[in-house]
Structure formats: structure tokens, C-alpha cells
């Protein structure tokens, strides 16, 4: 009987200790983060509310949704190209800030990089010297 008494009070000591442990940890973490309060930057990113990302790239031209870094950037030829008219559409859609993706993950750069000829360098666009990136910024950033 003592024995069983003995275990009892053992395993309440321990689970006082764990909710107070816990309990601990649980103030140490909410206490902090229920005090922060947002930049005045978070605040004005917040306050766009929509914003657009621009996914164009050599899969584009392939038929595919998803490229696997394996395309002949040759078929990348976008003769018709115009970033100003993709920030207007944006903009008359209500969205705020637009962001070209530049190099996703199949490897395709949108420039004429000077690393891998996986880019618009090796396309006929503007034999070569194309420069979506830089099309893009000019066109498109205010």
C-alpha cells in the first residue's frame, strides 16, 4: 500500500512538473510575440493586397505546364514580347506590385547569362540579345 501511495505521489510530482515546464514554455514564447507589432514597411506591403507574379519562360513555348530544364531554348522566340502591356492589365486588375520570375526552376534565365546557355542568349529572339529581365524593369517598374 505504501508502494502504490509512493507511485501516486511520484507521478503527481512529475506531471506538476511538466504542466509547469510547459506552462513556462508557453509564456515564454506568446508573451513576446503577442507584443509585436508589424514595420511600417509590413504594413504598407500588407496594404497592397494583391499582388502578381509573372511565370514566362521557355516552357512557354513548349506546350507544357512545367518545364524540366531539358527544352531547346531555340522554340523561346516571344516576337510579340511587351511587359508594358503586362503591368497595365496588372494594374487595371488591381494589382499592385508585379514580380517577373526570372529564372525558375527548370534553369531557363530570362537574360542572356553569361554562365549557361540555358538562356535567351542561345534563342532566336532578338538573335540572342534579347533581355527579358531587363525588358521587363524598363517597361514595367514605376
Same mark, same amino acid.
Given at each position: &500500500?505504501?508502494?502504490?501511495? &509512493?507511485?501516486?505521489?511520484?507521478? $503527481?510530482? %512529475? #506531471?506538476?512538473?511538466?504542466?509547469?515546464?510547459?506552462a513556462n514554455a508557453q509564456n515564454s514564447i506568446t508573451f513576446p510575440a503577442n507584443k509585436?507589432?508589424?514595420?511600417?514597411?509590413?504594413?504598407?506591403?500588407?496594404? &497592397?493586397?494583391?499582388? !502578381?507574379?509573372?511565370?514566362? =519562360?521557355?516552357?512557354?513555348? =513548349?506546350?507544357?505546364?512545367? !518545364?524540366?530544364?531539358?527544352e531547346n531554348p531555340k522554340i523561346f522566340n516571344p516576337t510579340h514580347l511587351d511587359a508594358?502591356?503586362?503591368?497595365?492589365? #496588372?494594374?487595371?486588375?488591381?494589382? +499592385?506590385?508585379?514580380? %517577373?520570375? $526570372? +529564372?525558375?526552376?527548370? !534553369?531557363?534565365? %530570362?537574360?542572356?547569362?553569361?554562365?549557361?546557355?540555358?538562356?535567351? +542568349?542561345?534563342?532566336?529572339? +532578338?538573335? !540572342?540579345?534579347?533581355?527579358? $529581365?531587363?525588358?521587363?524593369?524598363?517597361?514595367?517598374?514605376?
Open positions: &500500500m505504501i508502494r502504490i501511495k &509512493m507511485k501516486q505521489i511520484v507521478q $503527481a510530482v %512529475l #506531471a506538476i512538473l511538466l504542466l509547469t515546464c510547459v509585436v507589432v508589424p514595420s511600417e514597411r509590413q504594413i504598407k506591403h500588407q496594404e &497592397m493586397e494583391i499582388v !502578381g507574379f509573372v511565370h514566362f =519562360s521557355v516552357n512557354t513555348f =513548349s506546350n507544357r505546364e512545367w !518545364g524540366t530544364g531539358k508594358h502591356q503586362w503591368a497595365e492589365v #496588372a494594374k487595371e486588375g488591381g494589382i +499592385k506590385l508585379l514580380i %517577373l520570375t $526570372a +529564372k525558375h526552376h527548370d !534553369g531557363f534565365c %530570362l537574360w542572356p547569362s553569361k554562365y549557361t546557355n540555358f538562356s535567351v +542568349k542561345s534563342s532566336p529572339w +532578338k538573335n !540572342g540579345k534579347g533581355d527579358v $529581365a531587363k525588358n521587363f524593369h524598363k517597361r514595367a517598374v514605376k
